[in-house]
């Protein structure tokens, strides 16, 4: 089953919001923060290989800039 990711750029940072720094996600989660930014819309990330569950803590992600997460 495949569930969408989308990270989308934001300016002001939510004092009560969960930021995961890119350095500290799991390697396959890595390995989808540049597509998620460049590609969203073909980036749809499947439960089985874990990259979901990586991003299931997180409300910003901090790669070049805080990103916000959402799923579908």
Not at 4 to 13: A, F
Request: proline letters at 6%.
């Amino acid at each position: 089953m495949s569930q969408r990711i989308t990270l989308e750029p934001v300016d002001e940072i939510p004092s009560d919001c969960r930021v995961c720094h890119y350095d500290e996600l799991e390697e396959e989660a890595k390995a989808q923060v540049p597509l998620l930014i460049d590609a969203p819309a073909e980036a749809a990330l499947d439960d089985a290989d874990g990259s979901v569950d990586a991003f299931e803590g997180c409300d910003l992600v901090k790669y070049t800039e805080y990103y916000a997460v959402s799923a579908d």
